[in-house]
């Protein structure tokens, strides 16, 4: 008996010829890097090491283009960066123990922010796994139980048979929604030994959609259908869904007001009357979400930066889209919807009737014009005045890296992103350090316009080694390091609080100095001239430095 889907699809000629007599010369490496081309990986990230040899000799086998990092944790910002631009699957090659490790950082914050990193990294040989204390370089008891809280999955390849489908099986999870990073390890000696086994050809790892089901559509949409004072909360699976012009249409078919997460940026037009824009950590914004009578959250967990701290409590009905089913209701109680965004918000553009307007845009407009008074009031007109300098350097279509600096705190509330998925920052998991590598990253994706970095003097510090990849590599990337001599948004909490600041002075190096002994032309600048020097900086070829020395201060919180 046969079935229409036992479909085998026999090998050609060519293919069997292909197969039976492999070209000379491979080893387990090059399953690995013949499986990501089969796979359409076309640009990989890392930085080698004794165990992964075989990986990174396989290479110059491949057609892949390599990306060399000169720190294991900013080879992961970079491959972050590479996913969330490209929406694919961006491959880390990693060496065992202290080079696996130091990536875990940046894998918390691409599994925060949903980006599809694929870390390959190796292992001692096979005789050392399982917990035997052999005393291998590099060797830890279980390395996998290192990354097992941090990333989607696990996979292990101890054989050069099951490389191949260990990495499919890794790929097909990290694009599964919410895509995410996933960790394969393959022992040294799988990697290094000689294969007979055929050159991988094509791999099938396509991802099953995540569709939502009819009866939760059918509910939100008579809600929404039905509300006084609709509203929606538009997160980060907007922007990875590439579903931001259904959120449009479905905005105005029901004249709902829309505010975008920091996470989420870019997926509404800032200056559409009904835009809300990013004014998460205000008070007079939370008053507003809490008054909708039904509040559509959309790829977003309402997490702590979103609920303005968990101040926000809302009163009315929640429907909640968000493909991480851990997340569905894990705040807020409501109507869960567990589905890609593109799908969810499609499905209710199909069954929503258009509803009348009822004032929304002035609503909106009074919302906004009650918090540009409250900033208006604090006399942050040097921040405000920074940030509009950047804003008109800044191409539409370049992407911008923001570090965890006070500046693009206020970005996250302030910055008009323009395009989807073109602002990006380390709030997920909220480490320092990102922005310069993650802008590599985007670099190495499209060269063809610049790309913005931004970081503290503080977070500067942890990426300088970077300036040799930005030179070797000659990817177009300006980074504006704003120098205030310390961590600065450290310095105002302990101010605040304790009524002094305790470690948080930095002695550091003249910037434009240290960028130019790298070969990467660098420049002081200041509140006056940023504008025409980051203009100018962005776009000339190559990279470069542009440093601010300012002294910038937070607006207030109002959730204290």
Do not use: C
Not at 194 to 223: G, K, M, N, S
Request: hydrophobic share 45%; proline share 7%; no cysteine.
């Amino acid at each position: 008996m046969t079935h229409d889907h036992d479909v085998v699809l026999k090998p050609t000629a060519r293919q069997t010829e292909a197969a039976l007599n492999p070209p000379p010369g491979r080893n387990g490496g090059d399953l690995v890097v013949e499986t990501l081309q089969g796979l359409g990986a076309t640009t990989v990230f890392g930085l080698p090491g004794q165990h992964a040899l075989g990986m990174f000799d396989a290479l110059r086998r491949s057609s892949l283009s390599y990306v060399g990092l000169r720190i294991e944790n900013n080879a992961g910002f970079a491959a972050d960066a590479y996913g969330r631009i490209t929406g694919e699957v961006a491959p880390l090659l990693l060496s065992t123990g202290p080079g696996a490790l130091m990536s875990l950082a940046a894998l918390q914050e691409a599994a925060a922010a949903s980006a599809p990193v694929l870390a390959i990294g190796s292992q001692v040989p096979v005789a050392g796994l399982g917990g035997g204390r052999h005393g291998y370089l590099h060797e830890l008891r279980d390395q996998k139980a290192s990354f097992r809280d941090v990333v989607k999955s696990v996979h292990t390849a101890r054989t050069a048979s099951q490389i191949p489908s260990a990495i499919a099986e890794a790929w097909r999870s990290a694009l599964t929604a919410p895509h995410g990073p996933v960790w394969v390890e393959i022992p040294q000696d799988v990697l290094l030994a000689p294969t007979v086994l055929p050159v991988v050809t094509a791999v099938d790892a396509t991802p099953e959609e995540i569709v939502p089901r009819p009866e939760l559509t059918a509910v939100a949409a008579h809600l929404l259908a039905g509300a006084d004072r609709p509203a929606i909360i538009a997160g980060g699976g907007v922007i990875r869904s590439d579903a931001s012009g259904k959120l449009l249409a479905l905005a105005e078919r029901l004249n709902a007001p829309v505010v975008t997460t920091f996470g989420g940026k870019g997926a509404f037009p800032w200056e559409h009357p009904l835009s809300l824009r990013s004014w998460l950590e205000d008070r007079h914004t939370t008053d507003f979400l809490e008054d909708a009578d039904v509040l559509l959250v959309v790829g977003s967990g309402l997490g702590e930066l979103s609920s303005n701290y968990h101040t926000f409590a809302p009163r009315g009905q929640v429907v909640q889209i968000e493909a991480d089913a851990g997340k569905l209701e894990s705040n807020h109680p409501g109507i869960g919807i567990h589905a890609d965004a593109r799908l969810a918000l499609s499905a209710l553009l199909e069954t929503v009737p258009e509803r009348p307007d009822t004032g929304a845009a002035e609503r909106v407009r009074s919302v906004l014009e009650r918090v540009h008074a409250r900033i208006a009031a604090q006399d942050r007109t040097l921040e405000q005045s920074v940030l509009a300098a950047v804003r008109e350097a800044l191409p539409d279509t370049s992407p911008s890296f923001w570090d965890m600096t006070i500046l693009a705190y206020w970005a996250w509330s302030a910055f008009d992103a323009r395009k989807p998925n073109t602002m990006h920052s380390a709030q997920g998991a909220g480490g320092l350090g990102y922005g310069f590598p993650a802008a590599l990253g985007a670099a190495a994706a499209d060269p063809s316009r610049p790309v913005l970095a931004v970081s503290g003097d503080g977070g500067a510090m942890y990426s300088i080694a970077e300036l040799a990849t930005a030179r070797q590599y000659d990817l177009p990337v300006t980074w504006l390091i704003v120098d205030d001599g310390g961590y600065g948004i450290l310095r105002e909490y302990m101010t605040e609080a304790f009524g002094e600041a305790t470690g948080t002075e930095l002695a550091r190096p003249d910037f434009v100095a240290l960028a130019e002994s790298f070969g990467v032309p660098a420049l002081r600048t200041t509140p006056e001239t940023l504008a025409a020097d980051l203009s100018k900086s962005l776009t000339t070829p190559g990279p470069s430095v542009v440093v601010l020395p300012a002294l910038l201060r937070m607006f207030a919180p109002t959730h204290l």
